[in-house]
T-cell receptor, first 116, second 114 residues
């Protein structure tokens, strides 16, 4: 099925380890996003990429880095994992921004990450 | 600053009963509003969206939502709930101006009793 694909689906890390979460979309969308979901807090934006070649910080960027590898792929890296980064991570994509119009975002199924 | 409030953390309804999930937003301009649903272990699926025009919008799975500017609300409704509607529901406001970002509420978890 067309959509947003995230890998891996589950991961357990030890404190201080590094890891890259992968995301790819096949809808030819220009914009891509990384969120984290924690109980009672909804989804919070970590980083986003409005178009290929650009990335910007969201609400909670500390401890993360991103790479927009090409139009399809947007990866999230944890350089030195901390227990506070235990969460469910979602990647999303959307059409490019157009003036003030806001497009719906399409989400992957998430990566469940535990840091011990 | 933009924000979304979903006052109800948990709601339980009986199958066949009507449903209304509340959403209040804070945004300076005309808002773009969305409702998403998340089933356990899944990603978020778009239920419906409001961009402009008719304030009552229809979505998938028999859901509808009404935009009320005077109350800064965008409540989600369904006339008759099915057991398969048990999930978590998120309201979001869109921030445009070249950013296309969504601000999410904390979510409302819906349980359905048989």
């Amino acid at each position: 099925n067309a959509g947003v694909t995230q890998t891996p689906k589950f991961q357990v890390l030890k404190t201080g380890q590094s890891m890259t979460l992968q995301c790819a979309q096949d809808m030819n969308h220009n914009s891509m996003y990384w969120y984290r979901q924690d109980p009672g807090m909804g989804l919070r934006l970590i980083y986003y990429s409005a178009s290929e070649g650009t990335t910007d910080k969201g609400e909670v960027p500390n401890g993360y880095n991103v790479s927009r590898l090409n139009k399809r792929e947007f990866s999230l890296r944890l350089e030195s994992a901390a227990p506070s980064q235990t969460s469910v991570y979602f990647c999303a994509s959307s059409e490019a921004p157009l003036d003030r119009r806001v497009w719906p975002q399409h989400f992957g199924d998430g990566t469940r990450l535990s840091i011990l | 600053a933009q924000s979304v409030t979903q006052p109800d953390i948990h709601i339980t309804v009986s199958e066949g009963a009507s449903l209304e999930l509340r959403c209040n937003y804070s945004y300076g301009a005309t808002p773009y509003l969305f409702w998403y649903v998340q089933s356990p272990g899944q990603g978020l699926q778009l239920l419906l969206k409001y961009f402009s025009g008719d304030t009552l919008v229809q979505g998938i799975k028999g859901f509808e939502a009404e935009f009320k500017r005077s109350q800064s609300s965008f409540n989600l409704r369904k006339p008759s709930v099915h057991w398969s509607d048990a999930a978590e529901y998120f309201c979001a406001v869109g921030v445009g101006g070249g950013y296309n970002k969504l601000i999410f509420g904390a979510g409302t978890r819906l349980a359905v009793h048989p």
